[in-house]
């Protein structure tokens, strides 16, 4: 065993593709300590700067003195408290629909919810650069997996209408989490109504951050329940805690309480993260000048990276990767960075295509412009020193 495990790291190595943890000394926020020493931070999924927020950590101190730390069973054992049915309740109105249930994790929500409402016989349909939970409720579904290629729905039409199977998953990610970009939901539910597929949409990044209201890409493409039956969010990204959520009707709900193995066989989430999450959803909806502020520093990041003639992607979303190429590459963009005190997220091969490895930078709304700006300065101050222009 030794042998083999020793192997598998030393391949690794020599690919550039070797996984390491960097140790953080403080709450996510952007002036941060990492291995002991401080930097700037522009790799957290905390875009709305709720993981630190004072009235979210004074909810969830309040409820551990009232209700503890574990939550003790499952939900449907004993471990359903009054803090969960409340951001239920909260999230069903908040995204308009009739009922939402709590995942303990993204992953395990995705992987759940699939796996309830496909099997052997039906036919599973996912955009190629789906969040991996997807692409593995997709796979161990037993149904009929098929990848479509990224936004191309006139591909996915075609895969739909040659399928045999009477019932079929449509499955995409809302913002895609390693490129920034939005799935075209309207054409897409669209064509699930024509088709008589079902849509299902993992908004883990859009939530709390799109729309006026921050409902995500449903608000973003007004969509309802019945155009979108299934719709996915977490709380780890915008609303600064942890855990997850589906969203739907009444019967789809039920359903997944009766069915979802990932749902049924695990500890409910402590209850104070569900207070925690209460309080950031109250932020959420009565801070609209987070999102505002955000999308400023989006575009001011933009504006200059291109004078910079760094290589963008399709994104207004805080998500702005700058692809470089080889992991090799990516791996000294990051290194440099660090050394000049700025943390971004290198991210290589298999998360995204091969040649594709990118700078993946997040903004916060807690981020300021002048920090922004100390993030340009390096990365223009990095190209000159190593003369890359990519
Ligand atoms: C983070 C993420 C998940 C997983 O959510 P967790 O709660 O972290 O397990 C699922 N889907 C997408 C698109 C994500 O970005």
Known sequence: MHEWLSEQLARRRAADLYRTRRELGSPQQPNVTVDGRPALAFCANDYLGLANHPEVKRAFIQAAERYGVGSGASHLVCGHSHEHHALEQELAAFTGRARALIFSTGYMANVGVINALVEKGDAVFEDKLNHASLLDGGLSSGAKFQRFLHNDVAQLAQKLRASEQAKKLVVVDGVFSMDGDLAPLDELASLCARERAWLMVDDAHGLGV?????????????????????????????????????????????????????????????????????????????????REKLQALIAEFRTGAQALGLQLMNSHTPIQPIVV??????????????????????????????????????????????????????????????????
């Open 210 to 290: 799109l729309g006026n209201n921050g409902g995500g890409c449903a608000e973003v493409f007004n969509l309802n329940e019945q155009q979108l039956p299934v719709l996915m969010g977490t709380f780890g990204k915008a609303f600064g805690t942890f855990g997850a959520f589906v969203a739907g009707s009444e019967e789809l709900i039920e359903t997944l309480i009766q069915l979802t193995r990932t749902y049924i066989y695990t500890t409910a989430l402590p209850p104070a993260v569900a207070a925690a999450t209460r309080a950031s959803l109250k932020l959420i909806q009565t801070e609209p000048w987070r």
């Open 325 to 390: 190429g080889s992991a090799a590459t990516v791996m000294s963009w990051s290194e440099q960075l660090m050394q000049r005190g700025l943390w971004v997220g290198a991210i290589r091969p298999p998360t995204v295509a091969p040649g594709s490895a990118r700078l993946r930078v997040t903004l916060s709304a807690e981020h300021s412009s002048a920090q922004v700006q100390q993030l340009l300065s390096a990365l223009a101050d990095i190209q000159s020193q190593t003369g890359d222009h990519s």
